[in-house]
């Protein structure tokens, strides 16, 4: 069930909401804690009733070691271990069982049979948030008593799909907490202005940059030659499309979490606002950062054991970080190339130190980490290394200047302006043309406005701010009017709905 499907934003939530509430107030937090797990239960057996019972097994299969390891003197690193062992080859199975074949098959010249594995929604999500359980539970030598508090915290629909990445005491004590289940009309205003903006930011901006660069990408997995404009054109509409499409689930997953009374960690800090990749991993998915940071780069021995080692860890980590997003060797070369920037990176920093710089080197260093980045997202985009190579020789302008799908269908933002009404022609140009307007108005939106949490919350600004937000009837206004551009183009102008990108990992 999709965050901006009509299903989901008029049948499921309301219902979720009001008798999550409802129970809450008359029957007390117990009960609605119940309903909700019901609810959360049933979201994730909408997909699938097998990824359902998998999901099931998976949350009493870690309780129980959850409880092994808390009350085991003499063996609760063996039953960690076991643990642990057990989710990354459930997680290795169902992922990567494809991956392993083929390369065998490609290094050996073998042909072993490849079975067709569907992936299970969420499974890379809530096999990470159970192994942070496990090693919390080691670490404070005590276990989550109730297993439908666990199965909540495992299940809360908000997160499960697509994160953020929970650690258990981020989440389980605000179940216990003596206010949860009670209504609040401010966090229910912040929830859902948090939903809004996000969904705003999928549906017009992330899908809309989305029409430019899938026939692009399309086309070189197929073996046709982008050329310059082309390549340069879905290179950076992927760009944007994955920051807008993240940024919107991250807003719509906090934003649904307060509407419950539940605060999720922010996940999501203007990444493309980095004036580094140190800066940038600090700012993209930082629920996974922080997780590969302490129990992927530390355990390796982080820093203690001099630059070299360091450089080593730093390296093992973002290629597992690559391989932890799909089942493809391009994600381990986005990995692997995000590694070699961090490398550079900290290598400089140790050269020349930590300096203040002025605002045009500041931008300087901004521009470059952009770009740096948008030459990393084509690996993570593109189907296969060959795709990748034909669209880096079309950036390099291999292929001409002008060549390639991009002028071929008119793309979704036009076909909705004149599903509305608004005269617009047709041609190359006017795709040019929107496709330039909009890479000017995602770049002024990412580099020169804040993000919905400094925007909502107040945070770097003052709050006397005249746009600031405030759970006014004028803001309702706005944000129903937001909502209603929104729907409208996903559902009647366009037709259809779109998964975020992160549900395929």
Request: charged share 10%.
């Amino acid at each position: 069930m999709l965050f901006n499907s009509p299903i989901f934003l008029f049948v499921f939530l309301p219902i979720a909401l009001g008798g999550f509430y409802l129970l809450g107030w008359w029957r007390g937090r117990n009960a609605a804690l119940l309903f909700l797990l019901a609810a959360c239960l049933l979201f994730y057996a909408y997909s699938s009733l097998f990824n359902f019972i998998l999901f099931l097994i998976s949350v009493v299969v870690n309780f129980l070691f959850g409880y092994a390891i808390a009350h085991s003197r003499m063996s609760s690193r063996a039953w960690l271990i076991g643990g642990i062992a057990l989710n990354l080859a459930l997680i290795g199975y169902f992922k990567y069982t494809g991956l392993i074949i083929s390369s065998v098959n490609d290094i050996f010249a073998a042909s072993f049979f490849i079975p067709t594995i569907v992936l299970p929604v969420g499974i890379s999500f809530y096999t990470f948030e159970q192994i942070s359980y496990l090693i919390e539970t080691r670490e404070q030598n005590k276990a989550e008593p109730s297993l439908a508090r666990y199965a909540l915290f495992v299940s809360f629909f908000p997160h499960l799909i697509a994160g953020p990445i929970i650690r258990p005491h981020q989440l389980l004590p605000q179940f216990s907490a003596p206010g949860f289940a009670r209504f609040s009309w401010q966090n229910f205003a912040l929830g859902i202005s948090f939903l809004l903006f996000g969904l705003f930011k999928k549906t017009i901006i992330a899908d809309s940059m989305a029409a430019y660069a899938t026939p692009v990408f399309a086309a070189a997995a197929r073996g046709e030659m982008p050329g310059f404009v082309n390549a340069w054109g879905a290179a950076l509409a992927y760009t944007f499309q994955i920051y807008f499409d993240f940024s919107g689930y991250s807003d719509m997953a906090i934003g649904l979490g307060l509407m419950f009374g539940v605060v999720l960690p922010f996940n999501f800090n203007s990444p493309y606002k980095a004036t580094s990749i140190i800066d940038f991993w600090r700012r993209w998915h930082i629920t996974l950062s922080l997780f590969l940071r302490d129990y992927v780069y530390i355990p390796l021995g982080g820093n203690r054991s001099g630059p070299a080692r360091r450089y080593v860890n730093v390296m093992l980590t973002m290629l597992i970080g690559g391989l932890w997003h799909g089942a493809n060797w391009t994600f381990v070369a986005w990995g692997g190339l995000h590694g070699l920037f961090l490398l550079v990176n900290h290598a400089w920093r140790n050269f020349r130190g930590e300096r203040e710089i002025n605002v045009i080197r500041l931008w300087i260093a901004r521009v470059a980490t952009f770009l740096l980045v948008v030459l990393a997202w084509v690996f993570f985009r593109a189907e296969s290394f060959d795709a990748a190579h034909r669209m880096f020789d079309g950036m390099r302008g291999m292929h001409g200047w002008l060549h390639g799908p991009l002028y071929d269908p008119m793309p979704d933002v036009a076909t909705a302006l004149k599903a509305i009404g608004v005269p617009i022609g047709e041609g190359w140009l006017v795709a040019r043309s929107l496709l330039l307007g909009w890479f000017v108005a995602a770049l002024a939106i990412v580099w020169g406005l804040p993000n919905t949490q400094q925007f909502l919350l107040g945070e770097g600004r003052p709050k006397s701010a005249r746009l600031a937000w405030r759970p006014t009837f004028g803001w309702a206004a706005a944000l129903g009017l937001l909502f209603g551009v929104a729907f409208t183009y996903n559902v009647v102008a366009v037709n259809r709905v779109s998964e975020f990108i992160y549900f395929m990992f």
